[in-house]
């Protein structure tokens, strides 16, 4: 019996996701092939905390956590925390037992602070998983290259579908598949949006309902101008396509300007409109694009409604292979974390 | 850099698929983790080769093959390739890099020949991999139990769905993630056959087409009579739900008896009927089926026409999670064993 890595968790940005992570992981304890402990969290609201021997997680899971050490950081605490954490974890990181998990709110334009803090931590020899998109839709080789050298993961599932796997789909559960395009609704807020207003739900009512439900960006014009899905897309560009490209290279459609006449025209006709991002690799060219399409009814994404997502892969051996996600949400984009720090414990106990 | 393992491989029961294995091996040489040798190969009407120095090949992937050494061995043909070549191997063996690739004919009431050629390829401590729904719908357990004890791979990929992950979505990218429920349509002959019968197409055309394209089974009544989707159901069964049981053991209707009419107007309903292997564990209780259902328009298999499979799995940390194979075939059943040989060679680089 191999025994079980510990890993060092440091949370830098702990919100609603980073605090489901810490109860989820208390949840499966019976079944993860890995120990833990928390060695420091950090937030905008708490401040910083850090341990080398370990907060009380359970201080931490709440949605009222007590006890940050030092307030008042602001935007800089993933800074402040890595800055003290990864220094006094020195030894740890060598061996390669710290995992920086990255779940700040993101800077959509440029993909910062989360861009920073996955490069502070990867110098430091930290692994990395995050839920962000920021890394790999601005940077995925830059940071892709630095994890090589570092020997470190740089891990982001959860960081399209939640924690649906559909980067491990491609590289665990298909090795040696060579994908040429892909096409998906991978924006959970539009997808609820376009379905509503099939019924004659106004756009406001139900973007109101996803904000409700935490499930809507922070900034919900991300959503709604195309944002969210044209940065999906450049992260699926850039890691099924070996795409170099960032969201602002992605031609973007949001679903702002949808008539609503419009669109329960086209479902009436038996067609479903969809915010759909794609991209394909023609030779040396690579297209990627996020937008309303209006999709015939026996295509396999006109099913795709409510909170569901869904992702088709074309490959070369296995033809059109898709995934779907049928429940989305905090859970789900939690355990892509979890699943990823299995990830790098099945890679320490070899 | 690792250096490649090498692997000695024993096709037993070289046939359409075994071919398109060699020929897909011999494509994909410049991306594969490992390097081969055809030890030997057999089947019923090519009797047996064996050269443990390997043989050419390319004298093996035509669909006329010639150069068999001990010809008319007949459904011996399988133990007596892992007869004389086991023992020969023996070094190989122990050193873990023999692969025994079962794709015999099946017997579909008893799971033979395959499970004899597995226990006999285990226990000679050769890893095997097979396209067989056989060897996992009858004794997944004791099977599995072997493996371990062996320390091999018993690996199966390419028994549902052909070659996409159904088995390693679950195994490898979705680690510590619990299936209580499947929903599938992954019967591709009854598939299309109901697909054409909504167009009006009698059955006993649409199953023709698909004896002609060399889909459906050799025996026909294995699809029409729901055995292929209950072994299938039998192995998804065994191996997400921890069942203990064998196809005989699921609750199985055909779809010789669908009537045209009511298929059309079930059809003209809305809705769409379509064979169906489903499963849920309740506490200690286990039940499989495979039937005919009529699915609403808005259930996610409504939409698997013509040649398509779907599973749906349920989850608890993510919920329903789908899998969908738009294209299917033989490359596709190749490319499962091939993904299956990257996996072995993937844990001898370790």
Redesign the interface.
Known sequence: VTPRPSLHLLVVGLGRVGRRLLS?LDE?HD???FTWSLAGVCSRSLGVAFDPAGLDAADWRGATAMGATRAGAGTAAGAALLDEALPALRRECAAGHVVVIETTVLDAARGEPAIAHVRTALDAGAHVVTANKGPAAFAFHELAARAERAGRAFLFESAVM????VF??AT??????RVSAFRGVVNTTCGYILTAMERGVPMATALAEMQAQGIAEADPTLDVDGWDAAAKAAVLANVFLDARITPLDVSRTGIRDVDPEALRRVAAAGQRLRLVSWGRRDGARVEVHAAPVALAA?D?L??V?GLEN?L?LATD????????????GL??TA?GL??DL??IS?HLA?
């Open positions: 989820l499966s079944r993860l092939p939640d924690g649906v796997p491990s789909l665990e559960a298909m090795p040696g598949v026996d396999p006109a099913v409604s869904a088709y051996h296995l033809g059109e292979v898709g995934i779907v996600q049928r429940d989305g859970t789900q355990y979890l699943a299995t990830r099945r070899r």
